[in-house]
């Protein structure tokens, strides 16, 4: 259990089941399950009142309030314990709502083939705050830009469309853990401090949106995530075919292009090795041995992608370990497999209570390069 779930609980969480599958948006929103448009009947009042609501969508689970209302986006932040200098993201249903509610003007030409191709998806953009912006400034945090994206989840768009509001939700894990992947995830996190979680099932994606900037130029993909930099060269139109990737981190005296940069993130609590795709195995397997030296009944999470089990790495730990355990789970062998169970692979091995997790990293084409930029913030050591 988190150290979150334990203090001071201020709601009786509630879960309550949605099924996407009963959810259709042609000619007009329809929910056919009575279950569905109950649970989400009541978290559309929920957000009216400015609280917040857990909803799944194909990325992460995302912790949404009001992105016009500052009550509910301050609730927002209390709730994960996010620094206060880190933006949101708004999430909207339709670009008529984005127009009516955000932001009255044309949308610059460089975002049009990318909303044309990836909308309603896993790609956020950076638009400049107009005047008289209704956005909440809790939202923006003194940026000049917002950061907005249409998901695609029926769930995440239902309840948008009956709150009638643009959502502002980060993914709703505790600041600094994992982003959550399923309901069980958010409800080890925030069990007590957020009044529903809307349990939709596991997250299709299981990594966030990527965040671009089409303002700057080049153009930035300021965090890699569900759309990758090919796709954005391959359909983003002339201008994109330059666009460059932000550096991961940034040190102490640099400013962040995007401030999420700043911050630990994805951290399970046992300590993570990540071992680069080119790193011959005697590496690996002689930091092991150095841990086993120093905790003989050590036991090891391996997470294995491409190479680990053909060239039987895992039964070079196991036979390293004399009175320890491996358990070991493969994370797929395609990137957008590796994708969908990144982060709940993880949190699984981190409630066992293990010494070390390993992780077998992949190289950084397609969806590999967002795989790599959250073990690499996870990883305690990489070889
Ligand atoms: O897939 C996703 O994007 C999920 C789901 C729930 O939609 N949301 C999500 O939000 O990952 P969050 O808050 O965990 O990450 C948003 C990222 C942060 O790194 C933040 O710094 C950046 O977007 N961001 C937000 N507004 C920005 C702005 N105006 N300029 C630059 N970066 C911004
Ligand atoms: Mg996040």
Not at 198 to 222: A, R
Not at 228 to 254: C, H, I, M, T, Y
Request: charged share 20%.
């Amino acid at each position: 259990m988190s150290a979150n779930a334990t203090s001071h609980p201020q709601f009786d969480t509630k879960v309550l089941k949605v099924d996407p599958n009963s959810i259709s948006f042609s000619p007009s929103l329809h929910i056919s399950d009575d279950e569905t448009q109950e649970s989400l009947t009541q978290a559309a009042s929920v957000i009216k009142n400015s609280q917040t609501v857990a909803f799944p969508t194909e990325t992460v689970y995302g912790l949404g309030g009001s992105a016009l209302d500052t009550l509910s986006v301050k609730a927002i932040y209390a709730a994960k314990n996010r620094p206060a200098d880190n933006p949101l993201i708004a999430h909207v249903a339709s670009l008529d709502q984005l127009k009516r509610k955000l932001y009255p003007h044309d949308i610059p030409d460089i975002y049009l083939p990318l909303i044309e191709k990836f909308w309603p998806g896993p790609l956020t953009i950076l638009l400049p705050v107009p005047e008289d912006s209704k956005i909440s400034p809790a939202c923006t945090v003194g940026q000049s830009t917002f950061a907005v994206r249409m998901p695609s989840h029926p769930v995440a768009r239902a309840l948008i469309a009956l709150s009638d509001e643009p959502l502002a939700a980060p993914s709703a894990n505790a600041s600094t853990r994992p982003s959550p992947t399923r309901a069980s995830h958010v409800f080890n996190d925030l069990n007590g401090r957020i009044p529903i979680i809307l349990d939709g099932g596991p997250c299709d994606v299981g990594v966030e949106s990527s965040v671009v900037d089409g303002l700057s130029d080049p153009p930035m993909l300021l965090r890699p995530g569900g759309i990758s930099l090919e796709q954005l060269r391959q359909f983003g139109g002339p201008e994109w075919q330059d666009v460059v990737l932000a550096k991961p981190f940034v040190a102490e005296n640099e400013v962040a292009r995007t401030p999420g940069m700043k911050y630990k993130h994805y951290s399970p609590t046992s300590p993570v090795v990540l071992t680069k795709p080119n790193t011959p195995s005697q590496k690996l397997l002689d930091f092991v041995s150095s841990k086993v030296k120093a905790t003989p009944e050590m036991s090891v999470g391996v997470l294995s992608t491409r190479h680990f089990v053909n060239d039987g790495i895992v039964d070079e730990i196991q036979k390293l370990l004399v009175n320890g355990q491996v358990h070991h789970r493969s994370l797929g062998t395609i990137g957008s497999d590796i994708s969908h169970n990144l982060f709940a692979y993880l949190r699984d091995f981190d409630i066992m209570g293990l010494d070390l997790i390993v992780v077998e990293g992949i190289d950084i084409s397609d969806e590999g390069l967002a795989v790599m930029n959250r073990l690499e913030k996870a990883a305690t050591t990489l070889i």
